[in-house]
């Protein structure tokens, strides 16, 4: 029974958790309520994903409706991927709230901040599970929504201009989606993806159908915080609450990563279709100067916040440079590191926070020492910056190892080139922090600080744990990326 | 064989813990070393009656597995490697205290992971496995060398990291590929996985891809981190970068020759050529470079960063005996240049001199250290009846071998190089007077553990003189499969 309304559960759960969490009012209540839900989401992710393996694509109709009349929630092993991703992060994260969370809010607020998290999880959850082109739209908003307010609770007060600047960015964004859905669906009368998918190549050359795409692409990059549309990203990642960059890094762009592929892949028929827009060639343009800029800027940034959401930009530029080769092994590339860099810079975040919660402060020169105050949260830091530059033995090693593998595969070494060469810029922007950290002698403020609780090392500690696990064994990752890519390929939905 | 990876990690483990007890920890470091020099031996026992251990870890991708498997080339490695490692463990517990330096903790928690790499390198079965050791190598050296936490330590430590991840990531990691793509496999075979897959011209990019990636070998125009490396305290520089990092350069060099490209494809395709050019430069400009320097680390660095090179030009060369007379040199090397570091480390200890135009008339006062420097000064310079003497030997005789005439010419007038920059300390120590004036009537020497362990190492080179058929024999068996 159970079984069978999993993929309803996965987002109903959360949902309902939700309001629990605004009505009770009470901080650790509202965290308990929060933890229960999360990891039931995640159990839900697990459960489904086991089932796919089992039986292939499951078909759930919402309310006992029919497809395409009522909303289809449907789960193939790409977005089972994702909904993995999406709930671990989401799961692995509510324990190191319930200290950084409570340190800075009464009551109340902590209960708000929970609702508001349990929103975005679900909204994230049901836009990756849905089959419904409108209910992405919904869902979308869902999170989005949830996800301004989770920012505006920063303790820097230029927080409130962050997720002003991303409310805006955001809405134009779903704006586009919401146009190009409508267009979508004055053309073929459905809003079912699948049976769009049937539809659209009879009418794919129409131009109303490539309008929708163009406002569907700019809509999606838009959320993606693909280059140069980006620009909303790093001040919302820096000044938000720790606990939600690490959310939003680890799940918010990668969602809108799956949509991209859920369009352009399923919904337009395949590797046909997407090769012969002239996409490939913007993306990968776009994508290795996000690679590029946004590392050299990380560079030169002062707050190391910052500094990792440009990180993200770049990272996002892997990934979609993994998209435009259009190949299996460039799509096993990029789906790997949805799962890695959500991993990494997750866990990043969490640590970064660390120092927050203890220092007050990430600027880099108030970090003089840190290394010798926080030998475990910096040598976590180090750990995973070492994965974020691709030294082996890691998950960034694996996700650059298939991104260069597909550029080799299509003999463009110059690829290869330029991945190893934007590898080094990370190498300088990592290496900036472990200097300051470690070799300058600690601040009057830092030598008076002592190593972060437990509560806040363990999480962070179980994302490190994971980077080096699945640096080595890439059966869950790589494997599942790599059949979810050839599904993208064949468009098989 | 696992073992001799797990015993200095084990040890690792074991010196955190004891930290507070300095007796207790040095005893910890000096166990470990015996174990995994025992350890060791025992393999290497089973590779001379003709084994091939392997043990199998996991699949990562495919194509990339972590694996080991001992062979001869590696087992040298391995052996000199977790020798040298005991005496520098005595040595280090003289200097270290002898210059009362801090954080002596972390320093034996560094110097144990980066042994466990320098094993994982010698038995990697893959260049996989053998890359990851590789660049673990590097982290855990870069402790080491920043150890100092200055501004100099600070940018020598960031010029290390810049250059030897910066190579391997720019050209190891696609070379990596390529190989991949091309052999379909990255396993080290007897006779290599690259015949009858490159054409020549490949090989030659490929080859280059390798040789600049593994930056430890100090190949010119990549041998800038060396010097910048002897920021370190000396027994670093001792074992590390004379031993232990450079050595893991040169040998995976040498792997690669033999086990990816295959000597008779390289001699059958001419790829290597241009490498044997660029080594001789090297080498050549390195020894001149070193003839400039005062400070006496900076000269034995860049000696090292020649010596080197006779290594790249012995593996460039590839023919039989040129392969093994790298090899040799692996040992040779290490055994004399381990020496010159623990002599320039003594120095330091005893009287705080790093120069070498302050070394005048030192030997009065450290006669046994300028007496080892002068054994282990010969042995690099190539002259009998010290081990040196031999590798240099099968390097030009290969060279003859590949028709590299000019080779043997540029060895000749490399030792006269190594003569120039060398033998000036020996006679400053012993023959001119001290600068002050004062006849040094008492031996003032620095702690016995410091002394010991750099006597027994200038003995040692001459223990090698006795010992290359033993070592030829050895060696014989990498060619195997041909």
């Not at chain 1, 993994?322 to 969490?350: P, V």
Request: with cysteine; charged share 10%; net charge neutral.
């Amino acid at each position: 029974m159970i079984a069978l309304h999993l993929p309803a559960l996965q987002v109903v759960l959360p949902l309902l958790a939700a309001p629990l969490c605004a009505l009770v009012r009470r901080g650790t209540v509202a965290w308990a309520i929060t933890l229960i839900a999360s990891w039931a989401a995640f159990a839900a992710a697990i459960g489904l994903l086991l089932r796919v393996l089992d039986e292939g694509i499951i078909s759930y109709e919402m309310g006992g409706w029919a497809p395409p009349i009522g909303i289809e929630y449907r789960v193939d092993l790409i977005n089972v991927f994702v909904l993995l991703v999406v709930s671990g992060v989401g799961a692995v994260i509510v324990p190191y709230a319930r200290k950084s969370i409570a340190a800075r809010f009464g009551s109340t607020e902590q209960a708000w901040f929970y609702t508001m998290y349990l929103l975005a999880l679900t909204g994230l959850l049901g836009v990756t599970i849905t089959g419904d082109a409108f209910n992405i739209f919904v869902f979308l908003e869902i999170s989005s929504l949830a996800s301004y307010v989770m920012i505006a609770m920063g303790r820097d007060r230029r927080c409130l201009t962050a997720a002003y600047q991303y409310l805006i960015m955001g809405t134009v964004g779903a704006t586009f989606i919401v146009i190009g859905v409508g267009l979508l669906w004055a053309m073929t009368g459905t809003l079912n993806l699948y049976d769009l998918a049937q539809r659209i190549p009879e009418i794919q050359n129409t131009r109303p159908v490539l309008a929708a795409l163009a406002f569907l692409t700019v809509g999606i990059s838009l959320k993606l915080a693909l280059f140069p549309l980006h620009l909303w990203l790093p001040n919302a990642y820096a000044f938000a609450p720790s606990v939600t960059s690490a959310f939003l890094a680890g799940t918010a762009t990668k969602v809108a990563i799956y949509l991209f592929l859920r369009f352009f892949y399923t919904v337009f028929g395949g590797e046909g279709f997407f090769v012969t827009t002239p996409l490939p060639e913007i993306l990968l343009l776009l994508s290795l100067v996000a690679m590029f800029a946004a590392s050299i800027v990380a560079v030169f940034q002062s707050n190391v916040k910052r500094m990792l959401a440009y990180s993200s930009v770049a990272q996002i530029g892997f990934i979609t440079l993994g998209i435009s080769y259009a190949t299996e092994t460039g799509l096993t590339g990029a789906m790997t590191h949805i799962f890695n860099h959500a991993i990494m810079k997750a866990g990043l975040f969490l640590l970064i926070g660390n120092v927050l919660y203890q220092l007050g402060s990430v600027k880099i020169e108030d970090m003089a020492g840190i290394g010798r105050k926080m030998p475990i949260t910096m040598a976590g830091f180090v750990a995973l910056g070492l994965s974020l530059l691709g030294t082996p033995g890691t998950v960034g090693f694996i996700s650059k190892w298939y991104l260069g593998l597909a550029a080799v595969e299509q003999g463009q070494w110059w690829l290869v080139a330029l991945i190893v060469i934007a590898s080094l810029v990370t190498m300088i922007y990592i290496g900036r922090v472990v200097e300051v950290a470690y070799f300058r002698e600690p601040t009057a403020q830092v030598s008076q600080l002592r190593e972060a609780p437990p509560a806040l090392l363990v999480p962070a500690f179980v994302l490190v744990g994971a980077a080096f696990y699945f640096g080595v064994e890439t059966s869950l990752s790589v494997g599942l990326a790599q059949q979810a890519a050839s599904l993208l390929l064949n468009a098989a939905y | 064989m696992i073992a001799a990876l797990l015993i200095p990690l084990v040890g690792a483990v074991l010196i955190v813990l004891t930290g507070r007890q300095p007796n207790l920890r040095e005893t910890v470091t000096l166990v470990t070393a015996l174990l995994m020099f025992a350890s060791v031996t025992q393999i290497v026992a089973g590779v001379i009656d003709g084994g091939r251990p392997e043990v199998f870890a996991l699949d990562v991708a495919p194509g990339l597995s972590l694996a080991f498997q001992a062979e001869p080339l590696g087992m040298l490695f391995a052996l000199i490697a977790s020798f040298l490692w005991i005496v520098n463990s005595i040595y280090s517990i003289g200097y270290m205290r002898g210059n009362r330096e801090p954080r002596q903790t972390q320093f034996y928690v560094a110097f144990a992971v980066a042994l466990a790499a320098t094993m994982g390198i010698a038995l990697s079965a893959n260049l996989f496995t053998l890359f990851i050791f590789y660049e673990v190598l590097t982290l855990s050296t870069y402790p080491l060398v920043a150890h100092h936490a200055d501004a100099k330590a600070r940018s020598g430590a960031r010029t290390y990291l810049m250059i030897l991840i910066g190579t391997s990531i720019v050209f190891f990691i696609p070379a990596l590929l390529w190989t991949l793509a091309l052999a379909g496999t990255l396993d080290f075979k007897p006779g290599g996985i690259l015949v009858g897959a490159a054409t020549a011209q490949t090989t030659g990019l490929l080859l280059a891809l390798f040789a600049f990636g593994i930056g430890k070998a100090a190949v010119m125009p990549f041998h800038r981190w060396l010097p910048s490396a002897m920021v370190a305290p000396t027994p670093v520089s001792a074992l590390l970068h004379a031993v232990a990092v450079v050595k893991a350069g040169v040998f995976s060099i040498l792997k690669v020759v033999v086990y990816i490209f295959g000597p008779e494809h390289l001699l059958a395709t001419g790829a290597s050529e241009w490498l044997v050019y660029l080594a001789t430069f090297s080498l050549l400009a390195a020894s001149v470079v070193a003839l400039t320097k005062d400070n006496l680390k900076a000269r034995l660095a860049y000696s090292t960063v020649s010596q080197l090179s006779y290594i790249v030009l012995g593996a460039a060369i590839a023919t039989p005996l040129a392969l093994v007379g790298a090899a040799m040199h692996v040992a040779t090397h290490a055994f004399g240049k381990i020496t010159l570091f623990f002599v320039a480390g003594a120095i330091h200890t005893a009287t705080h001199k790093t120069e070498v135009s302050q070394l005048n008339g030192i030997g009065r006062a450290m006669p046994f250290t300028m007496a080892a420097f002068f054994i282990g000064a010969l042995s690099i310079i190539g002259l009998p009846p010290l081990g040196g003497a031999w590798s240099k030997l099968y390097i030009a005789l290969g060279g003859m071998d590949g028709d590299y005439g000019f080779v043997v010419a540029a060895l000749m007038i490399s030792s006269v190089l190594n003569v120039a920059y060398l033998m000036p300390i020996v006679v400053r120590a012993f023959f001119t007077p001290p600068d002050d004036g004062v006849e040094v009537t008492s031996i003032k020497e620095a702690p016995w553990l410091c002394v010991i362990p750099l006597c027994f190492t200038a003995l040692a080179c001459g223990v090698l003189f006795f010992l290359p058929d033993r070592l030829e024999v050895f060696l014989g068996g990498i060619m195997g499969g041909n």
